[in-house]
Structure formats: structure tokens, C-alpha cells
């Protein structure tokens, strides 16, 4: 008889050699079962820690890129307001300039015009004196200042 020992001690008697080969192939055979289930169980462990290590990895580079992107966003927010405050006030510098040009040259039109009626005037009053007619009759005169002419007007008033 061939004597085994299990793995508390205790002896295993078999009468047959066959029995006792069977038994040392099917413990090699739910040794290398359980082996096999537990590499799976390890690999598939594996697996998912590297894919949680991959979704945390892209996560945070998901996030990295929205904060890069929501901060260019913004820079270009601030860039697109600070053109549009320099073309405003380009703006109401060149409105300003014009406006001033438009009233220096109103004025200098009815200025240029006050003095042609001046000249006139003292040409009338010039030759009025010329003839000597202070006692044949008076003068009156009236002015109108528009936005494009300046008129004047004489009336030679007999008493």
C-alpha cells in the first residue's frame, strides 16, 4: 500500500497507483483552476485601475483644457472690448475735430460776410457824404444773420 499524507498530516492509504496519479493530476488540475482564476481576477483588477487611472489622467486634462480655453476666451473678450473703446474714442475725437472745423468755418464765412456788408455800408456812407444830402433824407438799416446769408437792408427815409 502507498501511504500520502494530506496537507493536515493525516495519512492517505490507496491501493492503487492509478488512484493515486489521478488524484496528484486533478489537484494539479484545480491547482492551475484556481491559478487561472486568479490571474483573471487580477488582470481584470489591473484593468480597471488602469482605467480609472486613464479617465482620471484625461479628466484632469479635459479640465486643464477648459480652463486654458475659457482663459483665452476671456483675454479675447477684453482685447475685442478695449478695440472697441480705442475706436470709440477715435471716434468722438475725428466727431469732435469735424464739429470744430464745421463752426470755424461757419464763423469765418459770416465773419467774411460782416465785412463785405461793412465795406458796403461804409461805401453807401461814403458816397452819401459825398453829396451832401444830410438834410434830404435819413438812412435806416437792418441786418438778418441766417445760417447761410447775411442781409442787409437799407431804406433812405425822407422827412
Known amino acids: 500500500m502507498n501511504h500520502l499524507k494530506t496537507s493536515h498530516g493525516d495519512p492517505i492509504l490507496f491501493e492503487d497507483a492509478d488512484e493515486v496519479i489521478e488524484l496528484k493530476r486533478k489537484k494539479k488540475q484545480n491547482l492551475e483552476k484556481s491559478l487561472k482564476k486568479k490571474t483573471k481576477a487580477a488582470t481584470e483588477i489591473q484593468a480597471w485601475w488602469r482605467g480609472t487611472l486613464v479617465r482620471r ?7 486643464r483644457a477648459w480652463i486654458i480655453q475659457r482663459w483665452w476666451r476671456q483675454t479675447l473678450v477684453n482685447l475685442l472690448q478695449k478695440k472697441r473703446r480705442e475706436a470709440l474714442v477715435t471716434y468722438a475725437n ?6 470744430k472745423i464745421q463752426s470755424l468755418v461757419r464763423m469765418w464765412r459770416i465773419h467774411w460776410r460782416y465785412c463785405q456788408v461793412l465795406n458796403a455800408i461804409r461805401v453807401i456812407q461814403c458816397h452819401w457824404e459825398c453829396q451832401n444830402c444830410y438834410t434830404c433824407a435819413l438812412l435806416r438799416g437792418h441786418c438778418v444773420v441766417t445760417a447761410t446769408h447775411l442781409q442787409f437792408h437799407i431804406e433812405i427815409i425822407n422827412p
Open 94 to 99: 475725428t466727431v469732435r475735430a469735424v464739429v
Open 57 to 63: 489622467t484625461l479628466l484632469h486634462a479635459a479640465l
